[in-house]
C-alpha cells in the first residue's frame, strides 16, 4: 500500500479481517511504504519475480509496470462490471483505461487547489484570489518577515511536490507538457510563466524553503504559518486540529490567469498483477472495499487525501456528514467536490502510456524546477530543459 498513514493501515487490516471470515483459507499481509519509496520498490518487485497480489497504485505508473518484463496486470474489465462501470467518474475510467483495458479499478483522485485563509485576507483587505496575479500580489502583502508572517508555502526541495505546484499553475493557465498526439509541450510560453510564476511566490515563502516538500508546505500552513498553499484538501484536516477556531476560515480555488479549471490531478487505483496465484480471490478482496461501510471507512481513513470517484451516495454522504473537517470547511470541500478537471505528469492530453512512470520515476521536471530556484536560473531556459528532457524519456 503506497501510504504510510497508520490510518491507512487500521483500514485495510480492519476489511482483511472481514475477508478471512468469509474465506477463512486466505492470509492477507499488508505491507505500507511511503510513495517516494514506491517509485523504487514498485520496479525491484516486477524485476524480481516477486511483486505482491495486490498493490494500491498510482495512475502514471500503471502502464509502465504493466508493459515492463515480468510486470503486467490482471485487466479489471470484470470487477468494474460488477461494482457499476457508470458510477465511477468519466476522468477516473479514462485515466485507468489503457486500450479496451481497465488496468485498475479507480480508488480516489487527488486534486491540487490553493487554499486560502479568508480571515488573513479579510484583514488585510485582500479580495478572494481568482487568478495568479492575484495569489502572487497577495502573497507579497501578507508577508512580514519581521512578524513571522509569510504569505505562502511554497516547496523547493526536488520531490513530487515542487513538480505538482508547477503543475497546477501550468494546466489552469492552459498549458500543458505532452498534447492529446504525444508532442512534448513544455516550453511553451505558459511554462515559461509557471516557471516566473513560481519564482514569485517562493520570494514570499518562508525561509528555508528549498529543504521543504509535501509534508513540510502542509505542516507549515496547518500550523498557521502562512496565508495560501497549494496542495490537497488533507491540508484542511491538519489545519483543524491545530487551530479548531478556524473552522469555516479557509477557502478552496483553482487560479487562472484565463478562466481555466484544470489542475494537477493524480488517481489511485486497485491493481492486480498477473503473476498473482490467486487472481480472482485478490479480485473479491478489492470488490469488498468497495461496499458501501469500507467505501466510508476508505474516505475516513484518508482524511481529504483523496477524493472520491466511485458514486455510493450513502458512503459519500455519511463521511460529509460526520467527518470533523468536512463539517468545519463545507465551502472549500463543495468547491473540491465539484472541480476535478486535470491530469498528471506524463500523462496529460495524451492518455495512459508506460512511458509516465518512466518520467516520474526519474524525477526530471523536479530536478530542473529545484536547480531554477537553487542557482536562480532563467525561465526560458529551464522550461527547454524539462521538455528536452521529457523528450528523451518519452523517446526512449
Known amino acids: ?39 523504487l520498490k514498485w520496479p525491484a518487485a516486477v524485476a524480481a519475480g516477486n511483486a505482491p497480489d495486490i498493490t494500491w497504485m498510482f495512475v502514471a505508473f500503471a502502464p509502465w509496470l504493466h508493459e515492463m518484463p515480468g510486470g503486467g496486470f490482471v485487466p479489471m474489465n470484470d470487477v468494474m462490471e460488477d461494482l457499476g462501470v457508470d458510477k465511477f467518474t468519466d476522468t477516473s475510467k479514462a485515466a485507468w483505461r489503457l486500450g479496451d483495458q481497465y488496468l485498475c479499478a479507480p480508488v480516489s483522485r487527488q486534486t491540487s ?5 479568508k480571515d488573513l485576507f479579510k484583514a488585510a483587505g485582500l479580495e478572494p484570489p481568482r487568478t495568479w496575479d492575484d495569489v502572487v500580489a497577495a502573497a507579497k502583502t501578507l508577508t512580514v518577515p519581521e512578524k513571522g508572517e509569510f504569505g505562502i508555502a511554497m516547496a523547493g526541495k526536488s520531490d ?73 484538501p488533507v491540508v484542511l484536516t491538519q489545519l483543524l486540529q491545530g487551530d479548531p ?71 459519500i454522504e455519511r463521511f460529509f456528514t460526520t467527518n470533523k473537517t468536512a463539517q468545519a470547511f463545507p465551502e472549500a470541500l463543495r468547491y473540491v467536490l465539484d472541480h476535478d478537471s486535470g491530469y498528471y505528469s506524463g500523462i496529460n492530453r495524451l492518455g495512459p502510456n508506460p512511458k509516465a512512470g518512466q518520467l516520474n520515476n526519474e524525477g526530471v521536471i523536479e530536478r530542473h524546477l529545484n536547480r531554477f530556484l537553487v542557482e536562480k536560473g532563467d525561465a526560458a531556459a529551464t522550461v527547454k530543459a524539462i521538455a528536452s528532457d521529457i523528450e528523451r524519456v518519452m523517446g526512449k
Open 1 to 39: 500500500m503506497t501510504d504510510s498513514r497508520s490510518s491507512y493501515k487500521e483500514w485495510l487490516e480492519k476489511y482483511a479481517a472481514e475477508f478471512k471470515k468469509q474465506r477463512p483459507d486466505v492470509e492477507i499481509n499488508i505491507v505500507q511504504m511511503a510513495p517516494a519509496d514506491a517509485y
Open 113 to 117: 487547489y490553493l487554499f486560502w485563509r
Open 160 to 232: 513530487f511536490q515542487i513538480r505538482q505546484i508547477w503543475e497546477t499553475i501550468l494546466y489552469s493557465n492552459g498549458g500543458d507538457l505532452i498534447d492529446s498526439t504525444g508532442k512534448v509541450v513544455a516550453d511553451s510560453p505558459e511554462s515559461v510563466r509557471a516557471t516566473e510564476i513560481y519564482r514569485e511566490l517562493f520570494g514570499s515563502s518562508p525561509p528555508g524553503s528549498l529543504a521543504n516538500a509535501y509534508v513540510e508546505i502542509n505542516r507549515i500552513f496547518g500550523q498557521g504559518a502562512t496565508a495560501m498553499v497549494v496542495s490537497l
Open 245 to 315: 477556531s478556524l473552522a469555516g476560515q479557509v477557502g478552496a480555488v483553482i487560479p487562472s490567469d484565463n478562466g481555466g479549471t484544470d489542475t494537477m490531478q493524480n488517481y489511485r487505483g486497485w491493481c492486480v498483477f498477473k503473476t498473482s496465484k490467486h487472481p480472482e480471490i485478490a479480485k473479491d478482496f478489492v470488490k469488498m472495499l468497495f461496499s458501501t461501510d469500507a467505501y466510508a471507512d476508505h474516505l475516513e481513513a484518508a482524511q481529504l487525501s483523496s477524493m472520491p470517484v466511485y458514486d455510493d451516495k450513502v458512503a
